[in-house]
T-cell receptor
């Protein structure tokens, strides 16, 4: 089976940088997703890592290390609107995606 | 971009009744769609994979007779919660893989409350 671990909650200050970690155990996967989900809304796609390394997209970057079973999402220049849950998810093949429990990020002024 | 429309957004029903939730891909065809359930402060749990023209594939522990899935066309999948009970109250979300992309597109979700 698969297991995905993320911190439950994090708090950061507006304008700062925050790193949300994700560790996983799985027998194999195609790639790793990060999604953002605001309360009561559906998730929105942020990034997808297939190869090891850092993928940068504007204020958001995502990193993957397959050998370490580890990923992180880096958010720069935090804004209040970034307060949301961030979901780490594995594409286990055949379009199937398994989600972690998510990390609730609180951005304070 | 690819859009998935989900209706209704909120529904309140009486215990013992059935509720149907629709998920439509608006500008692309989806041979496969996914149904998730999310309880408060928890992650999305995959319930089943909806396959156009064939039977849905259910995850372990999900009652196929209770959660009926129909994928009759390339743009529409429906989830019917039969004989709903208060413990079925949850946020149900569908998703579909968009053509040519990695990020799955999610519907807006349906908040089901069974009273």
């Amino acid at each position: 089976g698969q297991n995905i671990d993320q911190p439950t909650e994090m708090t950061a200050t507006e304008g700062a940088i925050v790193q949300i970690n994700c560790t996983y155990q799985t027998s194999g996967f195609n790639g790793l997703f990060w999604y953002q989900q605001h309360a009561g809304e559906a998730p929105t796609f942020l990034s997808y890592n297939v190869l090891d390394g850092l993928e940068e997209k504007g204020r958001f970057s995502s990193f993957l290390s397959r050998s370490k079973g580890y990923s992180y999402l880096l958010l720069k220049e935090l804004q209040m609107k970034d307060s949301a849950s961030y979901l780490c998810a594995l594409n286990t093949g055949g379009f199937k995606t398994i989600f972690g429990a998510g990390t609730r990020l609180f951005v304070k002024a | 971009g690819a859009v998935v429309s989900q209706h209704p957004s909120r529904v309140i029903c009486k215990s013992g009744t059935s509720v149907k939730i629709e998920c439509r891909s608006l500008d692309f065809q989806a041979t496969t769609m996914f149904w998730y359930r999310q309880f408060p402060k928890q992650s999305l749990m995959l319930m089943a994979t909806s396959n156009e023209g064939s039977k849905a594939t259910y995850e372990q522990g999900v009652e196929k007779d209770k959660f009926l899935i129909n994928h009759a066309s390339l743009t529409l999948s429906t989830l019917t919660v039969t004989s709903a009970h208060p413990e079925d109250s949850s946020f149900y979300i569908c998703s579909a893989p968009p053509p040519g992309g990695y990020g799955y597109t999610f519907g807006s979700g349906t908040r089901l409350t069974v009273v």
